[in-house]
């Protein structure tokens, strides 16, 4: 069948700003919009930018708004949204060309809340242990595997991008919740500060954008509660 | 152009569990770069699902030797066994290593790692199915990539995220360093290091259906053998038997190692057949074969008879919801199917190169069939070959091998840097490259010349003609084929000639590594008069320890592939008939 696909379009060597331009393309109802971005670059405008690796929703380079929602676009089929098909970059991050976003300011907030294990202890040779409800504890956040979907669909972050954003809140709480790990305080200290979890407004629309169906929201909300009991 | 000078003593090309592994060990010993053109956290070892094995024997009795037996076995003899016994041997620290640093490790109730079954691996050389695997649910990769990649952020390693090497500076045998490209701007950096790692991961886009990322280029094997770097073993490259129908999309033998079942179109559990004793899990290269063999026989299912069920209806919704998520909601994603409740359509796809860059043990890279050591050069990962794959990859042995010579890059690199002085690149090192480059912007695009469709056609004949089964003819073919592509690719153009996020110009050079792999795979398996493991010739059926034990080395010569040959290092295990 043949569908209506438009694409939001900024080059940096030629445009002040972005356009809209459209595409008919020959597409099967199974096919993933990474898919019909392929089309486009490959047999019509091989300028077209956006990023993309593995193909099924495991590396997160795909992250961009399609009819007005991010979603991974190697994850959603065609048979599933409606036409014409609106594609657009994430939002509240510098465009680079076309669907290319700057993501330093992404990776430096992930930075900021110390997304590694701290724990100085003697741990002997051979692993420590953690009962599997430990273990539970944390499982959800996890399975981040930083596209930014979350953190560009926050209103919040729309209009203070000095707020960390809700994938660095799942990161640090992917630690804070982590029996093996010892620096939950000073992790919880960064995201007392104004930037940090208190920012949020629980608009959960993290929640509906995170491709890996973490429970994004409900993380922040965990942080809080345990950021309340740190003196 | 700009071009952009930097001065390191060491750069790792490459940020998956290989690149990463590699930095931690070399970072605290010296001025490190790691370039990568994806972001670490996109790569391709975050596809890994179903585990890595050690002989922790958490669940039951096992040891490291029972682990080397299995894998030389599973390599179909062809693997260097001294080098599997390192793999083994320092599996089981490597493993805890990962766990101290944060790795999320699945648990058992007494709260050690968990440990599962996967395909090839037994107890007591060959008793029973082993539990070794220590997995974290089926996202072990993401979970690995994602704990060194934290590691290197606690310890401040230096980054060049979307960058891409394009080239390598050897004078007269001896490494001076990388000229990369800068993505986002077209801008051409020129790293002098004295030790680079190439950590460029596998290159299963040379075929049509593959599990593999976009990005899987070979890259790192590319540059090498454009310099006349050989490159081993490239005819065993593994298909695994479990790709989503058509996409190719790879659901773990964590399936089979959890009791799921391969049916074909008359629901018969045909790997009864093929492998009596280990059926569902013998290693991939004989359920592959047995898969082919089903369809080529008329047994596969589907209109087209051109694929068979994977079964896990039986396995009960809480198991399939605790051990294998993320690949049953790719199934919901991809095939609008519950797996809870339907068999789920599969064929084999292309996964895993057992070939790659020669290296020795402490990932030295080696330029010639002797054993030469190429100063200052090292490759640890899927682009390399040590080899202890061999013939035949068994599962989970690869997110293994990224971090135990993952490692000892990294190690190589110190030494090799405490031992030697800086070299210097001149300003224009990076002239061949930035002419290169101004070549392919000038040249108006046409079609007939367009990346696409010379890709297309590379990866829809090398599926046909240098699958699961070869032969003279189809490897004769092939040839021909790859040499009239070459031909077109001399003249291949493109239509983008800006500067910013130029991925068309980075997929016209990533062709010419697809070329050369697959010029190499063609060449190698052409010249391999035998079937072993991973390479089934249907003219040679019979595997040939007399004469063909041995790696091969292609090099290139102009534009064909000149071949010489290595003995594999024995050891404990004497070459035997392969059953299971
Ligand atoms: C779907 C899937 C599941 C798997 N499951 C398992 C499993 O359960 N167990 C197991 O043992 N193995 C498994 N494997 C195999 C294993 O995951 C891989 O072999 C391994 O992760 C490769 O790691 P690597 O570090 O060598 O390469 P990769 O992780 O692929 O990393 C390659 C890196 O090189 C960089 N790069 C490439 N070219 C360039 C260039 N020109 N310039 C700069 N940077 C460059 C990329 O950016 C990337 O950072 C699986 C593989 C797949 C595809
Ligand atoms: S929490 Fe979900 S949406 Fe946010 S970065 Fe991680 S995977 Fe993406
Ligand atoms: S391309 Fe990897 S998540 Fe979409």
């Known amino acids: 069948m043949d569908i209506k696909v438009n694409i939001l379009r900024y080059n940096p060597d030629t445009d002040r700003k972005g356009h809209w331009e459209e595409y008919i393309l020959e597409a099967d109802p199974d096919e993933r919009i990474l898919d019909l971005l392929h089309k486009v670059k490959w047999f019509d405008d091989g300028s077209l930018a956006f990023r993309r690796s593995c193909a099924h929703g495991v590396c997160g380079s795909d992250a961009m708004v399609v009819n007005g929602e991010n979603m991974l676009a190697c994850q959603v089929l065609v048979k599933e949204v409606s036409t014409p098909i609106k594609i657009e970059p994430i939002r509240g991050l510098p465009v680079i060309k076309d669907l290319v976003v700057n993501m330093d300011s ?13 724990n100085d202890d003697e741990p002997g040779e051979r692993e420590r242990l953690q009962s599997p409800e430990d273990r539970d504890r944390f499982e959800d956040t996890t399975k981040c595997i930083l596209c930014a979907a979350c953190t560009t669909s926050c209103p919040v972050f729309w209009t203070a991008d000095t707020y960390v954003g809700p994938a660095a809140i799942v990161n640090a709480h992917r630690f804070v919740f982590d029996s093996r790990d010892n620096a939950s305080k000073q992790r919880l200290e960064i995201l007392k500060d104004v930037d940090g979890a208190f920012r949020c407004r629980t608009a959960f629309n993290c929640t509906s954008a995170c491709p890996r169906g973490i429970q994004v929201t409900k993380a922040i909300e965990d942080v809080k509660r345990e950021t309340l009991t740190i003196n | 152009m700009k071009v952009i000078k930097h001065s390191f003593d060491g750069v790792i090309v490459g940020a998956g569990g290989a690149g990463l592994r590699a ?6 010993h010296m001025k490190l770069a790691v370039i990568t053109k994806l972001y670490p956290t996109r790569s391709h070892t975050g ?4 585990g890595m094995s050690a002989a922790l024997a958490n669940v039951e009795e096992d040891n490291w030797n029972w682990h ?7 390599s179909d003899y062809l693997a260097d066994q001294p080098a599997v016994d390192i793999l083994c041997k320092e599996a089981i620290d490597s493993v805890v290593e990962l766990e101290h640093w944060g790795l999320p490790f699945s648990r058992l109730e007494n709260g050690k790692i968990a440990q599962r079954r996967f395909g090839g691996h037994t107890v007591k050389e060959g008793e029973a199915p082993a539990f070794r695997a220590c997995y974290a649910a089926d996202r072990t990769g993401h979970m690995i990539l994602q704990t060194l990649y934290q590691k290197c952020v606690s310890m401040g390693v230096t980054f060049f995220d979307e960058f891409q090497v394009l080239d390598i500076k050897i004078d007269d045998g001896v490494c001076k ?21 190439f950590a460029t991961g596998g290159f299963g886009k040379i075929y049509k259906v593959s599990s593999n990322a976009h990005s899987l280029t070979g890259d790192g094997p590319g540059i090498l053998y454009q310099k006349g ?9 593994q298909f695994h038997p479990t790709g989503i129908y058509r996409l190719g999309i790879l659901l773990s033998e964590a ?15 045909f790997m009864e057949r093929y492998a009596p004793s280990i059926k569902d899990l013998a290693p991939r290269d004989m359920v592959s074969r047995a898969i082919a063999t089903e369809i080529s026989e008329g047994n596969g299912a589907g209109p087209n008879n051109d694929f068979v069920y994977l079964d896990l209806t039986h396995l009960g919704a809480e198991t399939i919801k605790q051990k294998l998520p993320d690949i049953t909601d790719f199934v919901r994603t991809y095939v609008k199917i519950e797996p809870i409740n339907e068999p789920i359509p599969v064929q084999p796809t292309a996964h895993y190169a057992m070939g790659g860059i020669p290296t020795d043990v402490n990932a030295r890279v080696l330029s010639d069939a002797t054993g030469t050591v190429l100063p200052g050069v090292y490759s640890a990962g899927e682009s390399a070959c040590v080899s202890v794959h061999g013939a035949n990859r068994l599962g989970t042995n690869s997110l293994l091998d990224i971090v135990v010579f993952g490692k000892r890059a990294g190690q190589s690199m110190v030494d090799y840097v405490s031992s030697t002085k800086p070299m210097a690149l001149s300003d224009n090192a990076a002239e061949d490259l930035t002419s290169k480059i101004e070549n392919l912007m000038e040249k108006d695009h046409s079609l007939e010349f367009s990346v696409p469709r010379i890709r297309e056609e590379l990866q829809d004949t090398m599926e046909e003609n240098a699958k699961i089964f070869r032969s003279e003819d189809s490897l004769e073919k092939q040839t021909k084929i790859l040499s009239d592509l070459r031909d077109r690719y ?23 590594y697809l070329l050369d792999m697959s010029d190499t795979t063609v060449a190698s398996a052409l010249h391999r008069k035998e079937s072993r493991g991973a390479h089934s010739r249907v003219d040679h059926v019979e595997r040939d320890d007399k004469n063909w034990l041995k790696h091969s080395f292609a090099f290139k010569n102009g534009d064909s592939v000149k071949l010489e040959y290595k003995d594999v290092e024995l050891g404990n295990y004497e070459p035997k008939e392969r059953k299971y």
């Open chain 2, 47 to 50: 596809a890994a699902q179903g």
């Open chain 2, 229 to 237: 770097i050989p490159l081993e073993d490239m005819e065993f490259y």
């Open chain 2, 177 to 197: 360093g990388v000229i990369a490209y800068e993505i986002a701007t077209g801008d051409i950096h020129i790293f002098e290091a004295r030790a680079v790692t």
């Open chain 2, 255 to 269: 399936a089979r190692g959890e009791g799921g079942i391969l049916r074909n179109k008359d629901g018969e559990r």
């Open chain 2, 23 to 28: 930095a931690i060990e070399a970072a605290p």
């Open chain 1, 106 to 118: 992404f990776f430096d907030s992930y930075k900021k809340v110390m997304p590694y294990l701290v």
């Open chain 2, 490 to 512: 001399q003249n291949v153009t493109i239509s983008d000639k800006g500067k910013v996020f130029n991925t068309e110009l980075l997929e016209a050079i990533e062709l010419e």
């Open chain 2, 68 to 74: 080397s037996f299995d894998t030389v076995k599973g």
